[in-house]
């Protein structure tokens, strides 16, 4: 059993017991999370896809942890006019345990 949710502008597939990092929830860590953007469920039944989403459809997660990704460097050069410009990012993330699969 598998389901394909939208979190954060992203899809992600996933089934029971997968921990994923999703973009940063304001949640606490150890606190339950419901996503009920799914857009197609998958059971031995068969497959529902949704138009857009499933309706009654969600997956309950928790929230394991937050962090920051790897860090990426931007560096902008413009040659001859003495330009340049260093800048640094590190994408904040929640790590999620899926737990849960309900279909409506």
Known sequence: MYAVVRTGGKQLRVSLGDVVNVEKLSVEPGATVELTDVL???????????????????????????????????YKYKRRKGFSKKQGHRQPFTTLSVTEIRVG
Do not use: E, Y
């Open 40 to 74: 197609m469920v998958s059971t031995d039944q068969g497959t529902t896809v949704g138009t857009p989403t499933v309706q009654g459809a969600s997956v309950v997660c928790t929230a394991v942890r937050d962090g920051k990704g790897k860090k990426i460097t931007i």
